[in-house]
């Protein structure tokens, strides 16, 4: 697995940029009611969210685990902060499969290598159908890294077309990318926003956006609580 390669040091001693999507759970909903058994709905409901989290914990972390972390699980993604059970669900599997493996990824490489990590977190709205159904999903980011509106990567019939904005967005983005390629280190002149180093200690990242701005801490408490109680497959 790679990221045993990263964590036993053996992985290329480069520069790293990482990065999510801010809803990359959502894509994953519609798949539940063919996956978790007693569940053939959508939206989902509040009696659903244990089974959900059973049937993708327990095979990790044993049923007692989850069992007896789950009350703590739901009090960092308490329904009352969510618009709906669908949400809360998709930000739960975001950071779980997502976000917070990425930092253990970062973690790892950084204890092993002295090369900067750049992180990031794609939260660009668009006013594509898609967007609007899914919001920032899992790969979304992939259309403005190539500048290429054209079909879902799963050949779903979307079809976009880029707005001015998205276009600019765009170019941000290719800007970025272009420029780590060739320096090893995301920012040049023509950046839109200084895009900060990640660290173990202030955990900085870009959130990619317009305008982008650097932040830190993504999702940080949920974070620790996953790193430390429920563990990863």
């Known amino acids: 697995m790679p990221y045993d390669s990263i964590a036993a ?12 999507t801010s809803n990359e759970g959502s894509m994953f909903l ?47 993604y308490n329904i009352n902060d969510y618009s709906s059970v669908d949400e809360q669900v998709s930000h739960i599997l975001r950071d779980y499969i997502f ?19 750049f992180m990031y977190q794609f939260n660009y709205m668009t006013k594509w159908a898609d967007f609007k159904l899914l919001g920032c999903y899992h790969t979304s980011e992939v259309y403005f890294v190539f500048d290429n509106a054209g079909p879902f990567i799963n050949d779903a019939p979307f079809v976009h077309h880029f707005s001015k904005d998205d276009k600019v967005m765009s170019s941000y983005i290719q800007n970025y990318w272009t420029t780590f390629a060739k320096h ?19 955990e900085d990242y870009l959130e990619l956006n317009m305008p982008s701005v650097g932040k830190s801490k993504l999702q940080a408490d949920a974070c620790d609580f996953h790193d430390q109680f429920l563990g990863y497959a």
């Open 30 to 76: 519609p798949m539940i009611p063919s996956i978790v058994k007693g569940i053939n709905h959508l939206p989902l409901k509040s009696e659903d969210v244990d089974p959900i989290i059973h049937h993708v914990l327990d095979p990790v972390v044993g049923e007692d685990a989850v069992t007896e972390n789950l009350p703590e699980l739901l009090d960092i």
């Open 99 to 117: 976000v917070c493996s990425t930092r253990r990824a970062a973690r790892e490489f950084r204890k092993n290598s002295d090369e900067p990590v």
């Open 184 to 202: 090893g280190d995301p920012n040049g002149e023509d950046s839109q926003c200084v895009w900060p180093k990640w660290s173990d200690e202030g």
């Open 9 to 20: 040091g053996d992985a290329n001693k480069i520069p790293f940029m990482m990065g999510t």
